[in-house]
């Protein structure tokens, strides 16, 4: 670990030899910090660790941390996550679409799966609802989607097909509670929306059991 003391305005910094370990000038943009904040120096090319820098007093401690990837941003860390939900009708939920399907979402964009409440719970721990579509053009409805903030499986949705163009109610499942992106497709067209996925204690009393005959499920890796 390295201390380094604040220099004047103009000073130059320059190779030093100490305790035989040379101690190279290090290239970076000094601003304002406060005592006890830490920030992390841009560096190119990191080969397992990245360079943080703390300030301690009148000084700057200099330290290592590992990291996973090629290159490490100088960016401040984000703030809590939100999620970018859909707004629909001023928050008060609606319909959603574009000239190739419509989506009836609800208030605020969060289905919340809660003890006496709309939904199930599937086999595997994954949180269904029904959600009425409606394709505009002709084609078969699939659907697929992804968590934003947390890895995850892929959303999948059981679909018991109405002919091919109008009203199309599916189960929508999402693995877990979060922030799930969900795109449905009909041909070469396609619509997304983004939802909150909240779970209240146990969740629905309903326990989903399986398909009947005559439905399928769509996934977004089958659509790959």
């Given at each position: 670990m390295i201390c380094l003391a604040p220099r004047a305005p103009g000073d130059s910094v320059r190779p030093r030899r100490l305790s035989g370990v040379v101690v190279r000038p290090l290239n970076f943009t000094v601003r304002r910090l406060t005592v006890g904040s830490t920030i992390a120096a841009k560096i190119f090319a990191c080969s397992g660790t990245v360079l943080l820098a703390r300030v301690l007093g009148r000084a700057v401690v200099l330290g290592t941390a590992l990291c996973s990837t090629a290159v490490a941003q100088t960016?401040?860390?984000?703030?809590?996550?939100?999620?970018?939900?859909?707004?629909?009708?001023?928050?008060?939920?609606?319909?959603?679409?574009?000239?190739?399907?419509?989506?009836?979402?609800?208030?605020?964009?969060?289905?919340v799966f809660m003890p006496g409440g709309a939904g199930f719970v599937d086999s595997d721990g994954a949180l269904g609802i029904k959600v009425g579509w409606e394709r505009r053009k002709k084609g078969h409805l699939e659907v697929g989607g992804r968590r934003l903030d947390g890895e995850a499986n892929p959303v999948r949705a059981y679909i018991y097909d109405y002919g091919e163009i109008g009203f199309q109610p599916i189960y929508l499942v999402f693995p877990t509670p979060g922030c799930w992106e969900v795109t449905g497709h009909v041909g070469d067209g396609s619509l997304t929306f983004v939802v909150s996925i909240e779970k209240i204690g146990e969740g629905p009393s309903w326990r989903f059991n399986g398909l009947e005959r005559g439905w399928r499920v769509s996934m977004v890796d089958r659509l790959k």
């Open positions: 960016e401040p860390h984000a703030g809590p996550f939100v999620c970018p939900v859909t707004v629909v009708n001023g928050g008060t939920g609606g319909t959603y679409g574009n000239d190739v399907l419509e989506v009836v979402l609800w208030p605020q964009s969060k289905f």
